[in-house]
């Protein structure tokens, strides 16, 4: 039996889909590697894992593409989220969903349905906040909508809308400046 093996991830860092065919009688016949990305920008300025960025380069809704290789009738959910969000100054922390798309086909991002526009990111606490974007496979098409932004259990989130599982992510720290007047920080 012939063994075949699946890209190195940490060489890649693009997540990917394994999957290996039989003839019937247990022999190996094919393997098939599906991956996906994100290219993710800011007015030309790439999102890559853990980059810095201001608040005034996140100001606008990013570019966003689906890369690589899909079968074009799956649907996906794509959603931008800060888990260290918090409604005022010192309350308890939830997850902020900043911008949601669901129903995707495949790889056909602008064909999605735009459940929750894009907001800019602005903590307004004196924490470094990172912004996730998670890309999410979907069981069946969903309405989407959240009653409220701030998700106190994302995973109910995830359970509740049928995505099935995280297919790739990338995330930005944002930065935070010393406020000279106040001594504190701002966006």
């Excluded at 998700?151 to 995505?163: K, R, T």
């Amino acid at each position: 039996m012939r063994e075949t093996r699946p890209p190195d991830r940490a060489a890649t860092n693009k997540p990917f889909v394994f999957s290996t065919l039989f003839d019937g009688s247990d022999v190996f016949c094919q393997s098939i590697v599906l991956s996906q990305s994100l290219d993710i920008s800011y007015g030309g300025i790439e999102v890559t894992q853990g980059k810095s960025l201001t608040c005034q380069q996140t100001a606008s809704t990013p570019r966003i593409q689906i890369t690589g290789q899909s079968d074009q009738d799956n649907l996906y959910s794509l959603l931008m989220i800060d888990r260290q969000a918090s409604r005022f100054p010192g309350a308890p922390q939830e997850t902020y969903v900043h911008y949601w798309v669901g129903n995707i086909p495949g790889t056909r991002f602008l064909n999605g349905d735009p459940f929750e526009m894009y907001v800019r990111p602005s903590p307004h606490d004196l924490i470094q906040h990172t912004y996730e974007f998670l890309l999410y496979s979907q069981q069946q098409p969903i309405a989407g909508r959240l009653p409220d932004r701030f998700v106190l259990d994302f995973d109910s989130l995830v359970s509740e809308n049928h995505l099935t599982s995280l297919v790739t992510q990338t995330s930005f720290v944002l930065e935070l400046h010393v406020n000279p007047g106040t001594g504190g920080y701002s966006c």
